[in-house]
């Protein structure tokens, strides 16, 4: 059972609404539709208290970098006496086509730092997670590993907006489904679906 919902992303206004940080949009327009309550700090994030179908669970923001987001997931799972399987972390990720959803109960960083990060910190890898597509890399970024920083800190073009609007709006219908029904659910449901404008 998810208690604890956390999204990746960095602080401060120079990165708000990057693709790095899409799944800090989704928490926030988790937060809208379930009315979660007032926001509450903690040393390494912030956070909102709802009540999901059996118990009180939390939305979490880390107020670390990305890279340092293990310190977060480590604070929340302590703080609120929860398992890493009452954790999912929602991160963006370059190697899936702008708007996929991937849900997974465990698995590897796939080169997410913020992952990374979390998965060292708490030195396991059997906490859930969606993946959310903000790929491909354009040329000049796949030909320069070096530059792939500069795409996922950029934000989104103008014409890649409805597909955004679209993608947060199923991640969070996803997300209520896990609260609901499960993790087994929303991975049938929702990890083929691709919520382009023609879909």
Not at 100 to 110: A, F, P, Q, T
Request: negative net charge; glycine residues 6%.
């Amino acid at each position: 059972m998810v208690r604890l919902i956390c999204g990746l992303g960095n602080p401060g206004l120079r990165y708000q609404h990057t693709r790095h940080n899409l799944g800090l949009d989704i928490v926030d327009r988790l937060a809208e539709k379930l009315t979660a309550a007032a926001v509450e700090e903690a040393m390494w994030f912030d956070y909102r208290r709802f009540s999901s179908t059996t118990a009180e669970a939390f939305l979490i923001r880390p107020a670390t970098f990305v890279n340092r987001s293990g310190l977060a997931a480590e604070e929340a799972l302590r703080l609120f006496e929860a398992q890493p399987s009452q954790l999912l972390v929602i991160s963006d990720d370059f190697h899936l086509p702008l708007g996929s959803l991937r849900i997974r109960k465990s698995g590897s960083s796939g080169g997410h730092n913020g992952l990374e990060s979390i998965i060292e910190t708490l030195a396991e890898k059997a906490f859930p997670r969606m993946r959310v597509g903000i790929g491909p890399l354009p040329p000049w970024a796949a030909a320069d590993p070096e530059k792939t920083p500069d795409f996922v800190l950029s934000r989104f073009e103008a014409s890649e907006r409805e597909i955004v609007e679209n993608t947060i709006s199923l991640a969070v219908e996803a997300l209520r489904v896990i609260l609901s029904e499960g993790l087994d659910m929303a991975i049938s449901r929702y990890n083929k679906i691709n919520p382009t404008p023609e879909s």
